[in-house]
C-alpha cells in the first residue's frame, strides 16, 4: 500500500460507512421516522430508542440516520448537477475562447457577484422550501466554482503540444475535449468535489435551520437543531446527536479534500516544516581547535554531507578537501549534482533541513584569529559568521531577492554596526555605487523585479560584500545571465577583489572559461567527491584526473557551453559505484578502479588527485 | 492603475445592475402580495378594500416594466426609494443597518487575524508536529461546525447558565459603550470561528510555502535572527495570499451574517433583508441587494489594489 | 511588589466607585417608578394606529394611544376616553366622554372622535376597522363631549370595536401614524427594528398612572433568544413566551409567567372544490385527529383541546353541550369518510408554512393522523408570505391556522368562520355559510343577553354539523417576568393581546 492511498484511506472508509448506513437506511431495522408517540417525548436513550425520543417522541436515530439521507442526497446532488455543468462551461470556455468564453464562463460568474447564503435564500424564497429548490440553489452557487476551475485547467492542458498537435490533425473538437481535456482536470474536479460538498451540507442545514430547506416531516440535521434548539434546556441531547452527525460528517468530507490535495499535489507535503527556525537545545562548548598561529582561512577536511533519513543515512558529498587562504580565489568545478553547491551551503550552514555535516572539519579562522570548526556549528552559532565572516552570492537573484521589499531597504537589513537612518542610506548608495548600480540614490527604492537581470545580480553581490566578509562564496552567480552580462559580473568580481585583496573567494561554477579566468586555484568535483584539485594554470595545462581531462576537452573553442561531451550521466546518490566514482564513464578504467574508493595521491606538494592510475592516463 | 480601477469599476457596476434587474423581476415573480402581508399582520383578515387602496398606494397596479423603469431611475439619482411597510427612507435604514454588520465582520476578521495569523505561522514552523496536528484537527472542526450550533450553545453556556454576557440583542455605541461591546462577543466570536480556521490555514500552507523559497535562504544568509525572517521575509510574503483570502471571505459574510443576526438578535443588514422578504417590501429588498452586491463586487475590487501595493510585481494594467 | 499590589487595588477601588454610581443614577430613577424592559417579538411594522400592524405593534399602540373603551383585566368592557355608553331610544349609541388630554397637551373633545370615525371609514387609509366602521352612518356631536353614532339597524356589538387596539381615537387632522396620543407613555425614541423607547405622560387622564417611569421595548425575533434574555436578566418582561420554555421560566425562581389559553389552531377547508367541499369529509376530519396529542407535541401540553367552536368555557357563550362534539373517533371518522364515498381515502395536500414552529408542528401530527383514516396529506410547508398568498388563492385542500378573534364576544369569530366575506387565508376557501351569516346579522342586532346566547347556541349547532372550519387546539399565549414586576395582567381568552394595557398599572416591587 502506497503512502497515497494510505492517507485516504481513512476519511474514504468513514465516508463509506456514511453512505452505506445512509444508503442501507430503507433496509434497516429502523423505526419509522414519522411515527410518533408523544407521551414519550423528550424520552432519553432506551434499547428500544438508542439515541432517545424527539418532541414528537420519535426515535432520534432513524430521524438522524433519515435525516443524513436528506442532507447528503441533497448536497452530493447539486455538488454532481454543478460539477456536470460547471465542467461543461468551464470545458466549452477554455476550448473554444473568445464568445463562447464570455457565454459560458463570464455569465456563470455573474452568480459570484451575489454572497452565496443571500443567493440560496432569494432562490429558496422564490421557488418555495423543499428538495428541489434547494438543489438548484445549491447547484446554481457551485457551478461558477467548477466553471473556473475547469476552465483554468482547460486553458492549461489546451497548450500542451500533444493537444495542439491533435488539434492540427483536425481532431473533432468534442473528441478533443473528452479525450485528453477531461482526464487531465480530473484531478481539481475531485479536490473542487469534496470541497462542495462539505460547503452544500453547510448552507442547506443553515436553510434548514431558518426554515426554508428540506420540509418537514422528512427529516434533515438542519431542521432537527432547528427543533432541538428550542428544547436545549430539556433535553440537550437532542442537539448533540444532529450537531454531532453534521459537523462530523463535513469534517470528514473536509479531511477527505485535504488529504486529496496532499495527494494530488505533493508540493505541499512538508513533513519537517523550517528546522532552522526552531531553538534546539544550545549546543555543548565546540571542542577545541588546535590554532596555529598561521594557516588557511578555511581547511575543509574529509567533509561528508549525508541526508539523514530515519531508515539509512546516504553520503551526497564525501571525502570533500578544500582549503581557501586568504585573498585567494578558489574554483569548485562540476557537473550538475557534483555536491559544488551542497559544499558551499554547507559552509554558510544553510543546508536543507534533511542534509547535514556528517563527517570531516571545515576550520574557519575568524577575524579575530580564533579558528572555528563550521561542522559542529548550530543555527546560532553559524548566525555570527553569516554576513559578517562569509557570505554567499547566490544563483538566481531573481529567487533570491524578496519581491517585495525595496532593493535598498533589503540591504540596509543587511549592514552590520548600522548607525542612524541618514548614515545606513549613504553606506547602502556607497554600496550599490561600489557593485556599479547606475543611479544608486535612486534605485535603492527600486523592487527586485524592476531591475533588470544583470543589476540584480549586482546588487545580491552587494548585499554579499556589505560587511566585508572575510569569505565569500559565489555559488554560478552568471549562469542565469546572458553572455554579456556575465563578463560584466565576472568583471565585478575581479573589482572587488583588488579592492579587497584579505577576502578569500569560492566560485562555484561549471564554466572552465570563467574559471580560468577568475581562479587562482580550481577544486574539480565528480558525484560528491573532490576528485582534483590544484592551481588553475597547472590542472589546465595538465590534469591528473581523467573527469577534468574529460571536461577541458569537452569546452569548445572560445566558448562555454555545457558539459555535454563526456558519455554517460553522473549516478545516483543512491546508486554509486563502489571505488571510483567516475569509473563506469572512463575511458581509462581497470577492474581495480572499481574495487576500492582511491585514496589522495599528491603528483605535485600543491596537487591532490583521486586516480589511481593518474601516472599512466594523464 | 486608476484607469484600470476605473475599467473594472464599470464591470462591477453592469454586473450589479444585472443583478439587481434579476432579483427585481424575480421579486415580483414571486408569491406573496405586500399589501395583503403589511394588512394581514397577527393572522388577521385583512379587509380588500384596504388591501386595494394600499396596492394602488405602492404602486403595485402599474405595469412591471413601468415599476421597473421607475425604480431604476430613482436608483440613478440615488434614492432606493421607501419601505412599503413604514414609508422609511431605504437608503437612511441601510446606513443605519450596514455599520452594525460590518462591525460584526470587522470584530470577527479582526479577531480570526490576531489568532490565526500568528497559530497558523506556529503551525507551518512545527509542521509535522504534535501543536500542527492540534492546530489542524481544531480548524477543522471549527470549519465544519455550523455557525447557528456555536451560536446556540454559546448562548445557552455564557448567558443563561453563567450569565456573563447579555444573551443577544443591541444598544448603541453612543448610548452605552460597556453594553454595546458586551453584546458584541458573542456575534462576533461566533463568527470568527470559522474564519479563523481559515486563516490559520491559509497562513500554515502560504508560510511553508514561503520557507522554501530563496529569499528566506538569502535572508538567512544575511545573518538575520529568527524573528525579523519570520517577520520581514516570512509573514509579510505570506500576508498577500492570506489578506486576499481573507478579503473575500469578508465579502461573502456581507450577506452571510444572517444566522449569526437571527441567532443573537443583531440588527445588522442580513437580518434587514430577510425580514424584508418575508414581507415583500420590494424597494427594501432591491435597495439592500443594492448595496451588498456593490460591497462585493468593489470588496473584491479593492483586495485586487491592496494586493497590487503589497506585491509590487503584480501589474494591475498587465492583468 | 508592594506597589504592584497597591496599584492594582486603587484600581478595584475606583472601578467600584465607578460602578456605584453608575448604580446610583439606576437606584433614583427606579424610585420615580423606573423603566421597564419590556422584549417584544417583532418590531411594529409601522406606527400607523388604525392599521392591522400585528399584535407587538398593537401593545406599543397601548401604550401610546387610547380609544374610547377598553377591556380590564377581568376582560369587562370599561370606560376609556369615554366615561359610558349607551343606547339611546332610536338605537343609536351615545358615547359621553371624560376629560382626558393629548400628550401636546390640547384636551380631547367629541369632533377628534368624529374625524377618526370618518378616516377609518375611509378605505384608503386601509384601517382594521374600515367594514365595521362603515355601517356607521352618521356621527354627531351635540357637545364636545358627546359623540352619537347612527346606524341602520341598532348594533350590539358595537362598542366592542372601539375597544380594539387597532382601533385608537387620533386627535383630528394628526397623520395616522402620529406620535400623538392620550395614552399612558409617550414615544421617546426609535430604533427602527430594534427598540422603542416609551417615557410616562404626566397628563394622562388616570390619576396616578402610569406607574413605570418608562418603558424600553426590545425586539428579540427569536423565541429562544427572548426567553435566554429574560433569564440573563436583559430585560423584566417578555411577550410570547414558547410552549417549550414555559416550565423553564415557572420553576426559575427569579420569574414568573402569566398564562391564559386564548389564541386557537383549527382547520381550514377548500370548499371550491371536492372533496372538502363535502360536509361529511370534514366533519371526517375533524373526528380524525387526536387533539392531546397537538397540544402535547406543537404547545408542550400548554393549551388543551378544542373540539367545537372557539368559544371558551368560561364564556356566558359557552355551550357544555358541544364541548366534545367533534371529538376523536377513527371509527367514526372512517364511516363518516365512507357515506361521502371515499371508504378508501384520497390523497390531498395541506397548506401550513415552516416559518412558525407551532403551525408546521401542528401540520405534522395532524397528517400524521389523517393518514390512519386513509387521508393522505401531502405537506405544504412554503415561508408565510407565500403560506398568505396561497391561503388567499385557494391553493390548497386543507390548511392549518392560528389566530385569535377579534375579543371574547362570539361576533368576534366573524372573521374566522363568516363565509359571506371574501375570500382570504383566516377562513376557509370558497365556503359560503348562508345559515351563519344570518346567525351572526341576528346575534349584532340583539341586545338581551338571554336572545343572544340562544343565538350563538343556534350558531354553533349549524358549525358542528357543517364544519366550515374544524377547531384543533386552544394554544396558551404566556407573558414571562422577573418576580418583581406587579400589576402586569394576562387578559384572559382572546383579549390576551390586549394586555398591554396593564402596563399602565405595572410597576416594580
Redesign the interface.
Known amino acids: 500500500m502506497t503512502r497515497t492511498t494510505r492517507k485516504l484511506l481513512l476519511p474514504g472508509t468513514l465516508i463509506g460507512l456514511i453512505l452505506a448506513v445512509i444508503v442501507l437506511a430503507p433496509v434497516l431495522p429502523l423505526h419509522d421516522v414519522r411515527a410518533m408517540d408523544v407521551p414519550n417525548r423528550f424520552a432519553g436513550p432506551s434499547a428500544a430508542h438508542w439515541l432517545g425520543q424527539d418532541e414528537f417522541g420519535r426515535d432520534v436515530l432513524a430521524r438522524l440516520i433519515w435525516g443524513g439521507r436528506a442532507s447528503l442526497f441533497i448536497a452530493v446532488g447539486s455538488a454532481l448537477s454543478a460539477a456536470v455543468l460547471g465542467t461543461l462551461l468551464g470545458l466549452l470556455g477554455g476550448y473554444f475562447r473568445g464568445v463562447v468564453e464570455a457565454l459560458t464562463v463570464r455569465a456563470s460568474e455573474v452568480i459570484l457577484c451575489l454572497p452565496p447564503l443571500l443567493l440560496a435564500l432569494l432562490v429558496v424564497t422564490i421557488l418555495g422550501a423543499g428538495t428541489g429548490p434547494l438543489m438548484v440553489a445549491l447547484t446554481l452557487l457551485y457551478t461558477p466554482n467548477y466553471a473556473r476551475v475547469v476552465y483554468a485547467a482547460t486553458l492549461q492542458v489546451r497548450a500542451l503540444d500533444f493537444v495542439t498537435a491533435q488539434m492540427a490533425m483536425g481532431a473533432h473538437p468534442l473528441a478533443i475535449l473528452w479525450r485528453t481535456i477531461l482526464p487531465n482536470v480530473m484531478p481539481p474536479l475531485l479536490v473542487q468535489m469534496s470541497l462542495v460538498v462539505a460547503s452544500a451540507m453547510m448552507i442547506e442545514s443553515g436553510l434548514s435551520f431558518l426554515g426554508l430547506g428540506v420540509v418537514p416531516p422528512t427529516p434533515s440535521w438542519g431542521l432537527m437543531i432547528r427543533a432541538a434548539r428550542g428544547a436545549m434546556e430539556v433535553s440537550p441531547l437532542l442537539l448533540l446527536w444532529p450537531s454531532l452527525a453534521l459537523a462530523g460528517t463535513i469534517l470528514i468530507f473536509n479531511l477527505l479534500c485535504d488529504r486529496l490535495q496532499a495527494v494530488l499535489d505533493p508540493r505541499n507535503v512538508t513533513a519537517g516544516g523550517a528546522l532552522w527556525l526552531r531553538k534546539g537545545p544550545r549546543r555543548a562548548a565546540l571542542p577545541a581547535v588546535p590554532a596555529a598561529t598561521d594557516g588557511p582561512l578555511l581547511a575543509i577536511t574529509d567533509m561528508a554531507i549525508s541526508v539523514n533519513t530515519s531508515e539509512r543515512s546516504l553520503e551526497l558529498v564525501r571525502r570533500a578537501d578544500v582549503s581557501v587562504h586568504s585573498g585567494e580565489t578558489v574554483a569548485l568545478v562540476g557537473e550538475s549534482g557534483s555536491g559544488k553547491t551542497l559544499t558551499s551551503l554547507a559552509l554558510m550552514g544553510l543546508l536543507p533541513d534533511q542534509l547535514g555535516i556528517s563527517r570531516g572539519q571545515a576550520l574557519f579562522r575568524g577575524r579575530d584569529g580564533r579558528v572555528t570548526d563550521l561542522a559542529q556549528l548550530d543555527e546560532d552559532g553559524f548566525r555570527r559568521f553569516r554576513g559578517a565572516e562569509i557570505s554567499m552570492v547566490f544563483q538566481d537573484a531573481a529567487a533570491a531577492l524578496n519581491p517585495v521589499h525595496r532593493i535598498g531597504d533589503q540591504l540596509a537589513e543587511a549592514l552590520r554596526d548600522t548607525g542612524d537612518a541618514q548614515e545606513i542610506s549613504r553606506r547602502v548608495v556607497d554600496l550599490l555605487r561600489h557593485v556599479g548600480i547606475p543611479d544608486p540614490e535612486r534605485r535603492q527604492r527600486a523592487y527586485p523585479h524592476e531591475l533588470s537581470g544583470g543589476q540584480r545580480q549586482r546588487a545580491m553581490i552587494a548585499l554579499a560584500v556589505a560587511n566585508a566578509p572575510r569569505l565569500l562564496i559565489a555559488d554560478e552567480p552568471t549562469t542565469a545571465l546572458d553572455p554579456t552580462i556575465q563578463a560584466q559580473i565576472l568583471h565585478l568580481f575581479q573589482k572587488l577583489k583588488s579592492d579587497t585583496p584579505d577576502m578569500g573567494l569560492i566560485f562555484v561554477t561549471h564554466d572552465l572559461a570563467v574559471v580560468a579566468e577568475i581562479a587562482d586555484r580550481v577544486v574539480v568535483m565528480y558525484a560528491g567527491e573532490v576528485v582534483e584539485s590544484g592551481p588553475v594554470a597547472q590542472v589546465f595545462a595538465r590534469p591528473r584526473h581523467p573527469y577534468t581531462a574529460a571536461l577541458i576537452a569537452s569546452v569548445p573553442e572560445g566558448a562555454a557551453d555545457r558539459l555535454v561531451a563526456i558519455p554517460g550521466t553522473v549516478p545516483p546518490p543512491n546508486a554509486m559505484p563502489p571505488g571510483c566514482r567516475f569509473a563506469p564513464r572512463c575511458a581509462h578504467a581497470l577492474p581495480a578502479c572499481s574495487a576500492a574508493p582511491p585514496g589522495a595521491e599528491r603528483p605535485d606538494p600543491a596537487r591532490i588527485t583521486r586516480c589511481i592510475r593518474w601516472k599512466e592516463v594523464t | 492603475m486608476l484607469r484600470y480601477i476605473a475599467y473594472r469599476s464599470l464591470v462591477a457596476l453592469f454586473l450589479v445592475w444585472l443583478v439587481v434587474s434579476l432579483v427585481f423581476l424575480l421579486l415580483h415573480l414571486i408569491p406573496g402580495d405586500p399589501a395583503e402581508l403589511l394588512l394581514s399582520q397577527g393572522s388577521l383578515a385583512a379587509d380588500p378594500a384596504a388591501v386595494a387602496a394600499l396596492r394602488e398606494r405602492m404602486g403595485l397596479n402599474d405595469p412591471l416594466w413601468r415599476q421597473y423603469l421607475d425604480h431604476l431611475g430613482g436608483v440613478l439619482t440615488g434614492d432606493l426609494g421607501t419601505s412599503f411597510r413604514d414609508g422609511a427612507p431605504v437608503a437612511e435604514q441601510i446606513a443605519l443597518r450596514l455599520p452594525r454588520t460590518l462591525e460584526v465582520i470587522g470584530a470577527a476578521t479582526l479577531l480570526a487575524a490576531l489568532l490565526g495569523v500568528p497559530l497558523g505561522t506556529y503551525a507551518a514552523v512545527r509542521a509535522g508536529g504534535k501543536a500542527d496536528g492540534l492546530l489542524s484537527l481544531l480548524s477543522s472542526i471549527a470549519l465544519s461546525t455550523p455557525v447557528f450550533v456555536v451560536g446556540s450553545v454559546a448562548i445557552l453556556i455564557f448567558a443563561q447558565k453563567l450569565q456573563w454576557l447579555p444573551a443577544g440583542g443591541f444598544v448603541s455605541f453612543s448610548e452605552d459603550p460597556v453594553q454595546h461591546l458586551k453584546l458584541l462577543i458573542l456575534p462576533a466570536s461566533a463568527v470568527a470561528i470559522s474564519l479563523w480556521a481559515v486563516i490559520t490555514r491559509m497562513t500554515r500552507a502560504t508560510v511553508i510555502e514561503v520557507l522554501e523559497r530563496d529569499y528566506v535562504r538569502t535572508a538567512r544568509a544575511k545573518g538575520l535572527s529568527r524573528a525579523p525572517i519570520l517577520r520581514r521575509h516570512v509573514v509579510r510574503n505570506a500576508m498577500i495570499p492570506v489578506l486576499t483570502i481573507t478579503g473575500l471571505e469578508m465579502g461573502t459574510l456581507i450577506g452571510g451574517t444572517v444566522l449569526v443576526e437571527f441567532v443573537f438578535n443583531w440588527p445588522g443588514l442580513s437580518g434587514y433583508l430577510v425580514s424584508a422578504v418575508d414581507a415583500r417590501d420590494y424597494p427594501e429588498v432591491v435597495g439592500i441587494v443594492i448595496v451588498i452586491s456593490m460591497l462585493f463586487v468593489f470588496l473584491n475590487l479593492a483586495v485586487d489594489v491592496v494586493n497590487a501595493l503589497l506585491d509590487p510585481r503584480i501589474s494591475l494594467v498587465k492583468s | 511588589m508592594t506597589n504592584g499590589l497597591n496599584r492594582r487595588h486603587f484600581l478595584a477601588t475606583s472601578l467600584a466607585a465607578g460602578g456605584l454610581g453608575f448604580l446610583g443614577t439606576r437606584a433614583a430613577l427606579a424610585q420615580e417608578g423606573g423603566t421597564l424592559r419590556f422584549a417584544l417579538s417583532a418590531f ?5 394606529a388604525w ?5 407587538a ?2 401593545t406599543i399602540k397601548l401604550l401610546m394611544h387610547r380609544g374610547l373603551l377598553s377591556y380590564g383585566p377581568d376582560g369587562m368592557l370599561r370606560g376609556e376616553l369615554a366615561e359610558s355608553w349607551e343606547t339611546d331610544a332610536e338605537g343609536a349609541w351615545v358615547f359621553k366622554l371624560r376629560e382626558a388630554k393629548w400628550h401636546d397637551g390640547s384636551p380631547v373633545t367629541a369632533e377628534d372622535v368624529a374625524w377618526t370615525i370618518a378616516e377609518v371609514a375611509n ?6 376597522r ?2 365595521q366602521l362603515a355601517m356607521i352612518t352618521a356621527v354627531e356631536t351635540p357637545d364636545a363631549r358627546t359623540v352619537r353614532m347612527v346606524t341602520e339597524e341598532p348594533l350590539a356589538v358595537l362598542p366592542g370595536w372601539f375597544a380594539h387596539y387597532h382601533m385608537p381615537i387620533l386627535k383630528k387632522g394628526e397623520p395616522k ?1 402620529t406620535q400623538i396620543g392620550a395614552g399612558p407613555f409617550m414615544l421617546d425614541a426609535i ?5 422603542l423607547s416609551l417615557k410616562a405622560f404626566d397628563g394622562y387622564y388616570k390619576e396616578g398612572l402610569p406607574k413605570l417611569a418608562g418603558i424600553q421595548a ?8 427572548r426567553v ?2 429574560l ?4 430585560v423584566d418582561l417578555a411577550e410570547y413566551v ?1 410552549w ?2 414555559m ?2 421560566v415557572e420553576t426559575d425562581s427569579a420569574l414568573k409567567l402569566d398564562v391564559v389559553d386564548g389564541p386557537f389552531m383549527y382547520l381550514t377547508f377548500n370548499g371550491s372544490r371536492a372533496p372538502f367541499d363535502n360536509p361529511l369529509v370534514r366533519r371526517a376530519a375533524a373526528h380524525a385527529i387526536n387533539r ?2 397537538i397540544v ?2 406543537a404547545f ?1 401540553g400548554r393549551g388543551g383541546a378544542l373540539e367545537h367552536l372557539p368559544i371558551a368555557e368560561g364564556s356566558e357563550f359557552y355551550n357544555a353541550e358541544f364541548a366534545n362534539a367533534w371529538n376523536y373517533d377513527p371509527e367514526k371518522a372512517k364511516a363518516l369518510l365512507a357515506e361521502a364515498g371515499y371508504p378508501d381515502g384520497f390523497d390531498c395536500t395541506m397548506l401550513s408554512t ?2 412558525y ?1 407551532m403551525h ?2 401542528t401540520a ?2 395532524c ?2 393522523y389523517l393518514s390512519m383514516i386513509g387521508i393522505n396529506v401531502t ?1 405544504d ?6 403560506r ?3 391561503g ?1 388563492e385557494g391553493q390548497y385542500d386543507l390548511a392549518i ?4 378573534a377579534d375579543n371574547n364576544d362570539p361576533d368576534g369569530l366573524v ?2 368562520v363568516d363565509g359571506s ?2 375570500n ?4 376557509s376557501f370558497g365556503m359560503p355559510t348562508p345559515e351563519i351569516t344570518a346567525l351572526f346579522a341576528r346575534g349584532r342586532a340583539a341586545f338581551d343577553p338571554a336572545e343572544r346566547q340562544a343565538i350563538y347556541r343556534e350558531l354553533e349547532q349549524v358549525a358542528i354539523d357543517t364544519a366550515p372550519i374544524v377547531g384543533l387546539a386552544w394554544r396558551a399565549q404566556g407573558y414571562g417576568m422577573k418576580s418583581n414586576v406587579n400589576g402586569f395582567a394576562n387578559l384572559p381568552g382572546q383579549l390576551t ?1 390586549y394586555s398591554g394595557i396593564t402596563l399602565e398599572e405595572t410597576f416594580f416591587g
Do not use: C, H
Request: aromatic residues 8%; without cysteine.
Open positions: 411594529p411594522p409601522n406606527f400607523e392599521t392591522s400592524t400585528g399584535t405593534a398593537g378605505p384608503d387609509n386601509a384601517a382594521f374600515q367594514g401614524d430604533d427602527r427594528g430594534v427598540s426590545i425586539v428579540y425575533a427569536d423565541e429562544n433568544l435566554a434574555a433569564q440573563a436578566g436583559d414558547p417549550q420554555a416550565d423553564q392531546a396529542d402535547a407535541a408542550f415552516a416559518q414552529g408546521q408542528s405534522e401530527v397528517q400524521a405537506l410547508l412554503p415561508e408565510w408570505s407565500s398568505v398568498q396561497k388567499n391556522m392560528g389566530t385569535t372573521s374566522v366575506l371574501p382570504n387565508f383566516v377562513r393581546f
